[in-house]
């Protein structure tokens, strides 16, 4: 299969040594496809959405189910990211959000994604999950002086337009709340969102979509896709599948050629985590950072980072544009320099685990879930650019009822109509390692303006 990244970062084989799979190392097994299978509905993919899908699908609908994953269900980016379950699906701001699709479009749009932060909670709390809930809410933090005045604006924007709650921080309300750094100068908290553990998460909603009567098969590389006489037949190393309908939900590790009118709709980017040892009371209070509210900062390439339940530090960051091992070590080096550089109490503080993976972006920068109109059968849910815990919970579900026939007759469809429609494609698709060049430059210079 084709990809647009060096294939040690997709190759299913590799280990993840990310801090999360040690506190889960025991997980479930989920054999391989072997033989022919007929279903209703097949899904692409066992991250959060294709799992949430076939929960849903399997639960709430009583459909058959088959889930095709190529390596363990949670390999990809549903089991390595940070653990920030709250807003942000897009990389378009609200404003324009509201400028191109109207004002009622924006609002559904971010209904959606403030009952995306409540879903997880509801499916974790039903399924008996132990997600490590931690935090309340989201914070932004200015990492210059001269970005609080915009990040105050668009908080009274947002609360305005919206309804939305938000808080402004100034420097002395950090360093009360726990959440001193010399280099963040201001914040804006969202009370909308929390911390949890991915692993543990996606682990226990594969355990739920089975537990539910959703089939699940690991270590099944779909190799051909092919529909014919109303049916599609996704083709595997050691058997097929024969469905009605199928879900692509691979996200940022969708295989170029995965279906013939598929490639260059989505733009994987890199993303690189670091963890430090357990940090010591003397050394949180030293710092001055003992809240446990997942945070990032107000660069275009933003550091994300929280104080995990047992201490521990996360500290993460866009950017790198080659996932060969070599230059994600060096990214992984940055990421290392700039936690350092923003929490210098802590510079000698051991990093015990460091790792990458793929977040995906789509050409218009917002969500898609929904139905392929010009490809009968088919439907689509992914592109959460980096923020897909809650809004890939979320698609999930909003595909269950699309490929149910419930939606469009449903009064409580939250689906704004700019994200029902397939990401379109990249114009020049094959130039989208040079966008991507073009924009971290751009981002780079933005940065570091006043």
Request: include cysteine; proline fraction near 6%; charged fraction near 20%.
């Amino acid at each position: 299969m084709k990809h647009l990244y060096h294939a040690s970062a997709l190759d299913p084989t590799m280990p993840v040594k990310s801090w999360w799979a040690e506190t889960l190392p025991e997980v479930a097994t989920y054999p391989a496809l072997s033989g022919d299978v007929e279903t209703e509905v097949a899904i692409i993919g066992g991250g959060y959405t294709g799992l949430s899908a076939a929960y849903h699908l399997a639960r709430d609908h009583d459909i058959g189910v088959v889930v095709l994953e190529r390596a363990h269900p949670g390999w990809g980016a549903s089991g390595r990211n940070a653990g920030f379950c709250c807003m942000g699906s897009a990389r378009l701001p609200w404003d324009r959000i509201a400028a191109r699709f109207g004002i009622e479009e924006a609002r559904r749009f971010w209904r959606s994604q403030k009952h995306s932060v409540e879903l997880v909670a509801e499916v974790a709390a039903r399924e008996g999950i132990d997600i490590e809930k931690a935090g309340g809410g989201e914070i932004t933090l200015a990492h210059l002086p001269s970005r609080a005045r915009s990040m105050r604006e668009e908080a009274s924007y947002l609360d305005a337009t919206f309804g939305a709650t938000h808080l402004f921080l100034s420097k002395p309300d950090l360093v009360e709340r726990g959440l001193n750094s010399p280099r963040l100068y201001a914040g804006v908290l969202d009370p909308v969102g929390f911390g949890l553990n991915p692993w543990k998460y996606v682990n226990g909603l594969a355990a739920a979509a089975r537990a539910a009567g959703a089939r699940i098969h690991g270590g099944t590389e779909v190799l051909r896709w092919t529909r014919s006489s109303g049916r599609h037949e996704l083709l595997t190393l050691a058997g097929r599948v024969r469905a009605a309908k199928v879900l692509i939900a691979t996200a940022a590790y969708t295989p170029e050629d995965l279906h013939d009118d598929f490639g260059g709709r989505v733009l994987p980017a890199l993303s690189s985590i670091v963890v430090t040892r357990p940090l010591t009371r003397d050394e949180i209070r030293l710092q001055g950072w003992s809240d446990t509210t997942p945070a990032c900062d107000s660069r275009h390439l933003l550091h994300y980072f929280r104080l995990l339940p047992d201490g521990r530090f996360l500290f993460g960051g866009r950017g790198g544009l080659s996932a060969a091992p070599a230059m994600r070590a060096r990214q992984l080096a940055r990421i290392e320099a700039a936690f350092r550089c923003y929490f210098p109490a802590w510079s000698d503080a051991e990093i015990t685990h460091r790792w990458s993976g793929l977040v995906c972006l789509a050409a218009d920068l917002v969500p898609h879930v929904g139905a392929w109109e010009e490809q009968p059968g088919s439907y689509f849910a992914l592109c959460y650019h980096g923020n897909g815990v809650a809004m890939g919970t979320w698609s999930g579900r909003a595909a269950a009822r699309v490929i149910a026939g419930v939606s469009e007759k449903r009064e409580d469809d939250e689906r704004a109509s700019f994200i029902r429609r397939p990401p379109p494609r990249f114009p020049l698709a094959f130039l989208r390692p040079l966008y991507l060049r073009g924009a971290y430059l751009k981002y780079g210079i933005d940065d570091v303006m006043p």
